[in-house]
T-cell receptor
Framework: DGGITQSPKYLFRKEGQNVTLSCEQN?????MYWYRQDPGQGLRLIYYSQIVNDFQKGDIAEGYSVSREKKESFPLTVTSAQKNPTAFYLC?????????????FGPGTRLTVL | RKEVEQDPGPFNVPEGATVAFNCTYS??????FFWYRQDCRKEPKLLMSVYSSGNEDGRFTAQLNRASQYISLLIRDSKLSDSATYLC???????????????FGTGTLLAVQP
């Protein structure tokens, strides 16, 4: 089955801790994205990567970091510098970064800071 | 002005009804347009891309009016299973019209009643 997987589904973190969210795809897509969704708001872009070993900040990158060492994987680290990390985090991928290419989403990770 | 604006709803309609959702976008350089469906606490899933000539997929019809920067989605013969939040999605934003960066509306909630 081709698709995007994210883990864990639910994650609880204490204040001051860094946590890493996993995102893996076997669609052979070049481009990958991380979004955050808060209640009553649209998805907001955190980081994106057009190709292996390259990534750029999105609209709300502060307090987050990413890596893209493999085409299949795009993990997101939520650092202690992120002031309001409780949210639903969604990873997506598309064939490439050209416009018009559909983005497909993973099932998401719900992060709660205790 | 928000980059993508939608009526948040909720739209409560009986089974079999026809319902229309509207969306406006602010960036005239945007080149690609989508409707996504998001079920409660799940990831968004692509419903359909929207083309300049308009397009139809079964009970769903999407229209684009570039001059007015307006997108619509029509659902005919509503089913209980159509109950979800419908997200209007446009490319570009601050990144220009030729990129695959997506800007998401906050969504319109549809509740189809038996």
């Amino acid at each position: 089955d081709g698709g995007i997987t994210q883990s864990p589904k639910y994650l609880f973190r204490k204040e001051g801790q860094n946590v890493t969210l996993s995102c893996e795809q076997n669609l052979n897509h070049d481009a990958m994205y991380w979004y955050r969704q808060d209640p009553g708001q649209g998805l907001r872009l955190i980081y994106y990567s057009q190709i292996v070993n390259d990534f750029q900040k999105g609209d709300i990158a502060e307090g987050y970091s990413v890596s893209r060492e493999k085409k299949e994987s795009f993990p997101l680290t939520v650092t202690s510098a992120q002031k309001n990390p409780t949210a639903f985090y969604l990873c997506a991928s598309s064939i490439n970064e050209g416009f018009g290419n559909e983005q497909f989403f993973g099932p998401g990770t719900r992060l709660t800071v205790l | 002005r928000k980059e993508v604006e939608q009526d948040p709803g909720p739209f409560n309609v009986p089974e079999g009804a026809t319902v229309a959702f509207n969306c406006t976008y602010s960036n005239s350089a945007s080149q690609s347009f989508f409707w996504y469906r998001q079920d409660c606490r799940k990831e968004p899933k692509l419903l359909m891309s929207v083309y300049s000539s308009g397009n139809e997929d079964g009970r769903f019809t999407a229209q684009l009016n570039r001059a007015s920067q307006y997108i619509s989605l029509l659902i005919r013969d509503s089913k209980l299973s159509d109950s979800a939040t419908y997200l209007c999605v446009v490319n570009g934003g601050n990144y220009g019209g030729a990129t695959n960066k997506l800007i998401f509306g906050t969504g319109t909630l549809l509740a189809v009643q038996p």
